[in-house]
C-alpha cells in the first residue's frame, strides 16, 4: 500500500487501537515515592496478575504490512524469532482476519527504516499482540473493502473477502490488483474481531513456516550476515570482574598478517582484520594490564547474596504471619549463578558512514539497541538503522547488552562493514550471568496437616532495573517485579509473608529464561513437598489442599488434578524409580511436571517428564509442544548440571568443556498435557521451565530419603553421598 497522505494520517490516529500504548508500569512507579512500604507490596501483587504489554504504541497498518504484486501479503513483525514460533502464529492470526490462506503470508522482520521494532521477551511476544495484531489486519481488510466500493460504486458491507479476493456480483479483483491501482487510501475503522469459533487456523497444529528453509540452511542469522567489502573485528575485553583498562600495548598487533586498524575505547580495544582468522590472531598480541579485585571468588557472591543483607523490601503480608515466631520447620534453599549459554554468541554487523550506520544484528530488544547506540554515538535515532535477523537464542541474554558501539567504531575506523562477533570466552565472561539466590522459607501447620503460616524470604542480585526509567530503583528498593518473580506465595493461606533481600554484585546480572520464577519455584515447591512430608500426606493432595477459589488457584487445582490424572500419579512406582511434583503460576500461565527418574551408577538419570501446561488460548498446539519439550530440557540441564563459579576475580567457565549442560542422552521422555484454561492467551516460553528444578528434587527425596536444597542437583546428591558415606 502506498505511503500515508495527511488526511489518512488524521482518521489512523482516532483508530481505537492507537490509544493502546504499552504498560503503565513506568508511570505507576512514578507516583509512589510516599508510602513505599505499602505501595510496594500493591505494585507486587498487581505485577503478578499484570498482562505483559506489547511494548508497541504505533499500529499504522501501513508499517507492518505489504501487499505484494503475486498477491501475497508480507508481515513485517515488530518482534523477533528466536526459536519460539512467533512468525507462525503470527501468520495464524493475520490469515484469521484478512480472509487470506496461511501460504500466502510471508513473515519477516521489521526494520526500524520500514516498520516497528521492539522487545521481545517475557513469554509475551504472541499473548501481547493476539488482540492488535487481529484488529490491524482486520482493519486493513476493511480498507481494502472501502477502496474497492469506491472503484466499483457500491456499499463497502456488500464486498466479500476471501483467500486474498475482493468480489460482489460480477466484480471480482485481488488485493494486489487494487493495492497497484490505488494511490491514496481511506484507513477504516477498526471491526468487530471474528468469533474465536469460525477460525479457520487458530487452535489447529501447524507446521513452522520458517521450517523448510532452517533445514535447508537458507535462513539468516546473525553470524550468517555478509555484506560487500565487509571485513572482521575482534575486540579485546577485561577476563577480570570489573577489570579496569590500565595499560596496553598493541605494536605487536599492528603489524600481524592482515591488519587493517587497531581502536582503543572505553574499556576495551579492538582490531580490524581482513579475515576472522587474522583478527583474533592479531587481538591476541595486544598486551593489557587490567585493575581487578583477585580476591573475589564464588564464596564472595554468596556471601553477599543471603537472606539479611542488602535492601529489604517486603512483597507480600496477608494475616498475622508473624505467629510463625515459633516455626514448625524452616529450610533454606540456593540456587548458583548461571550462563546463557546461547548457541549463537552475541553478532553485530556495522556498516558506518559519517553519522549514520546500520546495524544487522542478532538481538531481542531491538529498540533499546536503537535508543542507546544513538546516544553512546552521538547520533540521531533516524541515523541508526536496526535490521534485525534470525535468533540463535536469547533467554534474555541478548536484552540489555550489545557490542554494537564497538562495530561501529570499528566500522568508522576503516570505512568498510565490519562482522563483530563474540568469541565463547567473551559471551561467558564479559556478558551477564543469571544471579544467584538464597531462600529460607518457615512454615507453621495446625493438627489436620493444613498450613496455617508460611514465610519466603529471598536473596538475590537485580536482574530488571536496565528495562526501568532510572527512577525506578530507588522507589522500588529492591526487583522484586523480575527477580523476585515468584516470591509471593501462589496458594490459600492465612498468614504469610514474602520478603526480597537485594544486594549488589560486582558483575552483569540480567534476565536469564523463567527470570527469578526459576529459583523461586524451586525453593517454594521444594518445601511444600517438606511440608506435606511432615504432614504425612500425599504432596499432590496436600497442594490441592491449598487451592483457593480465586480464578487462578481454581485453575491450578484443575491443573494438577489433570497431570496427577495423566501421570498416574497415584499408581504404585517400580521398585527403583523416585517421582515428584511441582507447579507455578507464571503471569497467568499454569505449568506443572511430575517427573520420574531413578540413580545409575550414582548419576541422576531423568526417565520421563509429564509436563501440563494452562497458558489460556492456544494459538498453535504444535508451536506450544515445542516450546514445552525445549523449557523441560533447559530445565533439565540447569537443574541438574548448570553451575557458573569464580575464582581469583575471574568466572571460571569459559566454553561448554567446563560448563557442563544436557545432553543428548540426557534427554527423557516427554509427555505434554495442554489445557485452555481462559479465554486470552499467555506466555508460553518460560513457565514449564520453572517446576522442573523441584520436581526433580522431589522426586529424589521420594526414592532416596535426602533432600537436596541446592542446584545443580547433581552436585548437591554427590555432596549428600560423600556425608553418608
Known amino acids: 500500500m502506498g505511503k500515508n497522505n495527511e488526511k489518512e494520517k488524521k482518521q489512523f490516529s482516532r483508530r481505537k487501537f492507537l490509544t493502546r500504548a504499552g504498560s503503565g508500569l513506568a508511570g505507576t512507579i512514578a507516583l509512589v515515592y510516599f508510602g513505599r512500604s505499602f505501595i510496594r507490596r500493591g ?82 511476544s504472541t499473548s501481547s499482540l493476539y488482540i492488535d495484531i487481529r484488529e490491524i489486519a482486520a482493519t486493513l481488510r476493511e480498507t481494502l473493502k472501502l477502496g474497492a466500493a469506491k472503484l466499483w460504486g457500491v456499499d463497502p458491507g456488500s464486498i466479500n473477502t476471501k483467500s486474498g479476493i475482493l468480489s460482489v456480483g460480477e466484480n471480482q479483483m485481488s488485493y494486489a ?40 540452511g537458507k535462513t539468516i542469522y546473525g553470524i550468517d550476515t555478509t555484506l560487500p567489502n565487509m571485513v572482521f573485528g575482534a575486540v579485546l575485553y577485561s577476563p577480570f570482574i570489573g577489570g579496569k583498562l590500565r595499560g596496553s600495548d598493541f605494536s605487536e598487533a599492528e603489524n600481524s598478517s592482515g591488519m587493517l586498524k587497531v581502536v582503543q575505547g572505553n574499556n576495551w580495544i579492538g582490531v580490524v582484520a581482513e579475515t576472522r582468522y587474522a583478527a583474533e590472531i592479531a587481538v591476541g598480541k595486544i598486551k593489557a594490564t587490567w585493575d581487578h579485585d583477585p580476591s573475589y571468588n564464588t564464596q564472595s557472591a554468596f556471601e553477599a547474596v543471603t537472606v539479611g543483607i542488602g535492601t529489604e523490601v517486603n512483597m507480600q503480608r496477608e494475616g498475622d504471619p508473624d505467629r510463625i515466631a515459633h516455626e514448625e520447620i524452616k529450610c533454606e534453599y540456593r540456587t548458583p549463578l548461571g550462563f546463557h549459554a546461547n548457541m549463537e554468541p552475541s553478532i553485530m554487523v556495522a556498516d558506518a558512514e ?33 535490521k534485525p535477523t534470525f535468533l540463535g537464542g536469547g533467554f534474555g541474554r541478548r536484552s ?56 519466603h524470604e529471598l536473596a538475590t542480585g537485580p536482574m530488571g532495573f536496565m528495562a526501568m526509567p532510572a527512577i525506578a530503583k530507588p522507589i522500588l528498593g529492591a526487583d522484586f517485579i523480575v527477580a523476585g518473580h515468584g516470591t509471593r506465595i501462589g496458594y490459600t493461606i492465612e498468614n504469610v509473608k514474602a520478603t526480597i533481600w537485594q544486594s549488589e554484585l560486582p558483575f552483569m546480572t540480567s534476565m536469564w529464561r523463567g527470570v527469578g520464577m526459576f529459583a523461586n519455584t524451586f525453593a517454594i515447591e521444594s518445601f511444600m513437598d517438606e511440608l ?35 501421570s498416574e500419579w497415584h499408581k504404585p512406582m517400580e521398585i527403583g524409580i523416585g517421582r515428584g511434583l511441582a507447579v507455578c503460576d507464571d503471569h497467568k500461565t499454569i505449568a506443572a511436571a511430575v517427573v520420574d527418574l531413578r540413580i545409575e551408577e550414582g548419576q541422576i538419570k531423568i526417565l520421563k517428564v509429564f509436563q501440563a501446561i494452562d497458558p489460556g488460548k492456544i494459538i498453535n498446539p504444535n508451536g506450544v509442544l ?43 521422555e516427554i509427555d505434554i498435557l495442554m489445557y485452555e484454561g481462559s479465554k486470552k492467551p499467555s506466555g508460553v516460553g518460560e513457565p514449564p521451565i520453572s517446576p522442573i528444578a523441584p520436581a526433580i528434587a522431589n522426586a529424589i527425596f521420594n526414592l532416596t530419603g535426602i533432600r537436596l536444597r541446592s542446584l545443580p542437583l547433581q552436585k548437591a546428591f554427590d555432596g549428600a553421598k560423600r556425608l553418608d558415606n
Open 43 to 124: 505494585i507486587s501483587g498487581f505485577i503478578a496478575e499484570l498482562d505483559m504489554p506489547s511494548g508497541i504504541s504505533n499500529f499504522d497498518q501501513h508499517l507492518w504490512f505489504e501487499i505484494n504484486a503475486d498477491n501475497t501479503i508480507t508481515l513485517k513483525s515488530p518482534k523477533v524469532e528466536m526459536g519460539q514460533s512467533i512468525f507462525t502464529g503470527y501468520a495464524m492470526l493475520v490469515a484469521e482476519e484478512l480472509d487470506v490462506e496461511l501460504e500466502m503470508i510471508h513473515v519477516v522482520h521489521a526494520n526500524s527504516a520500514t516498520g516497528i521494532i521492539t522487545r521481545t521477551g517475557a513469554s509475551s
Open 626 to 668: 515445542q516450546q514445552v519439550e525445549g523449557a523441560t530440557m533447559m530445565g533439565i540441564s540447569a537443574s541438574l548440571f548448570e553451575e557458573c563459579t569464580i575464582e581469583n576475580g575471574q568466572f571460571v567457565q569459559t566454553n561448554f568443556h567446563n560448563y557442563q549442560v544436557a545432553k543428548l542422552i540426557d534427554t527423557p
Open 532 to 566: 506435606a512430608h511432615r504432614a504425612g500426606k500425599d504432596p499432590l493432595q496436600f497442594r490441592l489442599e491449598h487451592c483457593g477459589d480465586t480464578v487462578q488457584l481454581k485453575r491450578r487445582k484443575n491443573l494438577l488434578e489433570l497431570i496427577g490424572e495423566r
Open 177 to 216: 490488483e487494487l493495492a497497484n491501482l490505488t494511490k491514496e487510501w481511506e484507513v477504516a475503522e477498526t471491526p468487530e474481531l471474528r468469533p474465536s469459533d469460525s477460525f479457520k487456523y487458530v487452535g489447529k497444529h501447524i507446521k513452522r513456516l520458517d521450517l523448510t528453509d532452517k533445514v535447508l
Open 354 to 386: 559519517g553519522d549514520k550506520v546500520t546495524l544487522y544484528t542478532s538481538y531481542q530488544n531491538n529498540e533499546f539497541l536503537h535508543q542507546t547506540t544513538a546516544d553512546a554515538l552521538g547520533f540521531k535515532t533516524e541515523n541508526v538503522i536496526i
Open 400 to 455: 540489555f547488552l550489545h557490542n554494537a558501539v564497538e562495530a561501529t567504531r570499528l566500522s568508522q575506523a576503516v570505512g568498510r562493514p565490519v562482522h563483530l562477533i563474540n568469541n565463547r570466552q567473551q559471551e561467558f565472561q564479559n556478558s551477564f550471568v543469571r544471579p544467584n539466590t538464597h531462600h529460607i522459607l518457615k512454615g507453621k501447620m495446625d493438627g489436620q496437616g493444613k498450613i496455617k503460616a508460611l514465610q
